[in-house]
């Protein structure tokens, strides 16, 4: 098992090494920040200045080795545009983004298994005919119009629910959360909703074609056979074994949605990490687009270690040692 | 008696009335502020809400006319002496009383603040001492005559030595360092969220409308209108030309708008010799040239004649701009009044290209960002459309910002456009894009398409010393007309800025484009 984590962690070492090197290169292959950051009043001297100010005048070897050397300290720099460490301005944000797609995530599950295993169940039903219908349209509409959508819906035309940003928020852990106050859930209703659709249709559809297979195998016959209620057979015996395919998803999805939900919080003026990152691409901010990634990288492994490690509670059979 | 008792209950309750909404004020902006810090990145939006925090020893109205700020009267008492009278019994937010001293204080730090990626120094370079006379006076020496120290004071907010002697720019975007003489004091701040203010009621000027300012970032055009629609802010700024002719139809909603001074132009490529290859610039077959049309003044003008303004501001633009023939709108101090902006002509154009030896035309790429300005990718492609049709085969590329402006900026392309943003006097688009570049002089840092013209230069030279404000109006004038006539670039149009607001606020339109919230009040009777 140690063995197993350790490998796991030069792994994710060397993926969080190969991602800084990309970065790096690629901003530097796009363009320069100072254009884009500089005032038009600014002359040539200024524009020095600021060159130097943000360390880019030295060759890019240069800089990528101090950033080496400082990253091993745990400083993965300051913010071009905003003078503040990245690492801690990813932080101001996390909080916003965490909540919105562990939402999702609660929405997904929530409304996802009970349709999909009823779905699944009868599946020739009316009932189950709309939702997979359903599920098409959460698969194929475009985010942002969806987003749109429920704004002028919800906001302008009826106004039950505000239309962008966070509303009011309270203090837990140090951070600032907004589903920990009534104002703030309000705000949040129509974000992870958007959010969510996709994931609703795709949990849908795992555990409908899950509960369809495994409905037919010799093990559920044969609890039938032997006697036991029908809540015991689809609650237990199924729905344990329909759960690895969905927990995968949903894992992975969790994972790119912190990381990617860059339309939805841009549609809401959610002042989350997707906003920042954007924001931080378009003006170049390459330490802020660096340490994004980075953690980014040691997130999605810790997720799929997470998830391996829920495989070997919901699987007898999956051993974790055994991986190669 | 009754009557009278009857009309003042009707007052009264207008009074409450009015006190009970008139209390906050929900402002949402398109670009987000980056610090609170007011010398740390010359940037609009950072203007903006540092205009609310603080003051300039001269401040500029909407039109960017200046007016007295934090000093009262400014005059030139030596070649290279101004001195500025302060305004007496101004206090900080923090009780903190404003002095020369801070003057002085401020104008040192310019230069100073570490990590600046635009800095405000530039405003600071031309000044060689501040002297303090007494607590109300200040001088500022500069090493050569310098008519343009008002001008470069407007963009200056003014900190307080005391508080902010030991002051990073952490300490302001903490909000603990953001105090200042201004009409609002910064409550909190949260980095691309929002910024509450609450009303300065011990400011020296004319009393905010609003006792508090919640000013919020929604970067999204769409959910911009859709959040005022809702009732959830009272007012935006960059209106979509999208929206325009809904919003104006809206009984819910009302527009304040203004001329702006942000000109979209085409740059072309004067670094190539009249003998060598523009880079994307071929004869018809695809062939080198081996020539540049664009030295040649008959193209350049051949090719302004050929941009369709009218139909670009009517149909591209939603009206919401105004053709150009130069850098600056009618109005400001830098307009020259006969200079018109060229007409369509397609017939006239071809008829220049052939003069010029080239009846067949030839082949141009046009360059352009597309997602920068309003509408820019459209505009370019319309541009692309009206030259082809003159014989000038255009190839047409938007870019993102980024990547193009690095382009731009090396001078690689043959035409490209661009916006320039100005301040109201013609030295500043002359000394940053017409003037030869020039780094000692700090000439033409943003002449991207290498534009020289000795006589340019000549005039320019002569009116950065010149103290007599008439004389010098006439020499910026006339270089900005040389300049015009030689087709230096092809001037497009002049934004409108435009906010909307819901009915029943009424808002004094800037020029500069700056969204603050003293600028708003309830509309009157």
Not at chain 1, 177 to 192: E, K, Q, Y
Not at chain 1, 264 to 271: I, K, L, N, R, Y
Not at chain 2, 456 to 482: C, F, G, H, M, N
């Amino acid at each position: 098992m140690s063995v197993y984590l350790l490998r796991r962690l030069i792994q994710a070492a060397l993926v969080m090494l190969a991602m800084s090197v990309i970065v790096f290169v690629g901003v530097y292959a796009i363009g320069d920040p100072v254009e884009i950051l500089i005032s038009p009043d600014a002359d040539q001297a200024e524009k020095a200045r600021a060159i130097a100010a943000l360390g880019l005048d030295k060759p890019l070897w240069e800089q990528y080795l101090s950033f080496l050397s400082n990253a091993l300290r745990g400083d993965l720099g300051r913010s071009f545009v905003f003078n503040e460490p990245a690492l801690q301005l990813i932080g101001q944000r996390a909080p916003a983004t965490l909540e919105l797609a562990f939402g999702a995530t609660i929405l997904a599950i929530l409304v996802g298994l009970p349709l999909g295993l009823y779905a699944g169940l009868r599946p020739n039903g009316a009932g189950a005919k709309a939702i997979m219908a359903g599920s098409i349209l959460g698969f194929s509409l475009p985010t942002f119009w969806v987003g749109l959508m429920l704004i002028m819906v919800f906001a302008v035309q009826l106004g039950w629910l505000p239309s962008t940003g966070r509303g009011e928020t309270a203090e837990f852990l140090g951070m600032r959360w907004s589903f920990l106050t009534w104002d703030g859930l309000r705000h949040m209703a129509m974000p992870a909703l958007n959010l969510a659709l996709f994931k609703i249709s795709l949990v849908i559809r795992l555990t409908r074609a899950g509960v369809r297979e495994t409905m037919l195998m010799d093990y559920v016959k044969f609890a039938r056979a032997k006697g036991l209620s029908p809540q015991r057979v689809i609650g237990v015996h199924v729905f344990k074994n329909i759960l690895i395919p969905v927990v995968t998803v949903v894992g992975l999805e969790l994972g790119s949605t912190i990381a990617f939900s860059v339309v939805t919080e841009s549609v809401f003026a959610w002042p989350g990490m997707g906003k920042l990152i954007i924001d931080s691409i378009n003006v170049l901010d390459r330490p802020v687009i660096v340490a994004y990634l980075m953690s980014i990288v040691l997130m999605f492994i810790v997720i799929n270690l997470v998830v391996d490690l829920l495989y070997s509670v919901l699987d007898p059979r999956v051993r974790l040692e055994s991986k190669g | 008696m009754k009557k009278l008792l009857l009309g003042a209950t009707v007052a009264l309750g207008t009074l409450a009335g009015g006190a009970a909404w008139a209390q906050t004020l929900t402002m949402a902006v398109g670009a987000p502020v980056t610090s609170l810090d007011p010398h740390y990145h010359q940037l609009s939006p950072n203007n903006a809400v540092s205009d609310m925090i603080f003051d300039k020893l001269v401040n500029t109205d909407g039109q960017s006319r200046m007016i007295p700020g934090l000093a009262t009267e400014w005059r030139v008492v030596g070649p290279t002496v101004w001195e500025f009278k302060l305004r007496p019994d101004v206090r900080f937010h923090n009780g903190s009383a404003f002095t020369a001293e801070d003057v002085a204080f401020t104008i040192a730090r310019l230069p100073n603040v570490p990590n600046s990626p635009a800095s405000y120094a530039v405003y600071s370079r031309p000044i060689t001492r501040v002297e303090v006379v007494d607590p109300l006076t200040v001088r500022f020496h500069t090493a050569q005559p310098y008519p343009l120290l008002p001008l470069d004071m407007t963009n200056v907010r003014i900190l307080d030595k005391e508080t902010h002697e030991r002051a990073a720019t952490e300490d302001f975007n903490a909000v603990r360092a953001a105090v200042g003489t201004g009409p609002y004091r910064a409550v909190s701040y949260r980095n691309g969220d929002r910024i509450e203010f609450a009303r300065n009621d011990a400011y020296w000027g004319p009393k905010p409308a609003y006792e508090r300012v919640n000013y919020r970032m929604i970067t999204n055009d769409a959910s911009r209108t859709a959040a005022l629609l809702a009732g959830d802010v009272d007012f935006i700024d960059q209106v979509p030309t999208t929206d325009l002719s809904k919003l104006r139809n809206d009984p819910r909603v009302a527009l304040s708008e203004t001329v702006g001074l942000r000109l979209i132009f085409l740059g072309l490529d004067h670094l190539r010799a009249a003998n060598e290859n523009s880079p994307f610039i071929t004869d018809n077959d695809g062939k080198p040239l081996g020539r540049n049309p664009l030295r040649d003044v008959r193209v350049r003008r051949a090719l302004s004649m050929a941009v369709d303004r009218q139909a670009i501001v009517e149909r591209l633009m939603e009206g919401a701009a105004t053709p150009a023939g130069q850098f600056l709108p009618p109005g400001v101090t830098g307009h020259v009044p006969d200079v018109q902006p060229t007409r369509y002509d397609p017939e006239g154009a071809r008829r220049l290209l052939a003069e010029a030896g080239y009846p067949n035309g030839f082949r141009m790429q046009l360059n352009g960002p597309n997602d920068r300005y309003i509408n820019d990718g459209r505009i370019i492609q319309a541009i692309g459309q009206t030259w082809t049709r003159i014989g000038v085969r255009t190839a047409v590329e938007g870019q993102t910002w980024s990547v193009f402006v690095g382009r731009a900026a090396r001078s690689e392309l043959s035409a490209h456009l661009i916006g320039w943003g100005s301040n109201p006097d013609g030295s500043h688009p002359l000394r940053n894009i017409l003037a030869t570049v020039n780094a000692e002089k700090g000439w033409g840092a943003s002449n991207r398409g290498r534009y020289s013209n000795p006589e340019v230069d000549r005039l320019l030279e002569a009116s950065l010393t010149e103290l007599d404000e008439e004389k010098r109006q006439k020499l910026v004038l006339d270089a900005e007309r040389i300049a015009a006539e030689d087709v230096a670039v092809i001037p497009i149009h002049i934004q409108t800025n435009i906010w909307a607001m819901r009915r029943g606020l009424r808002h004094d339109a800037r020029n500069d484009e700056l969204s603050r919230g003293q600028d708003v009040r309830p509309a009157g009777p």
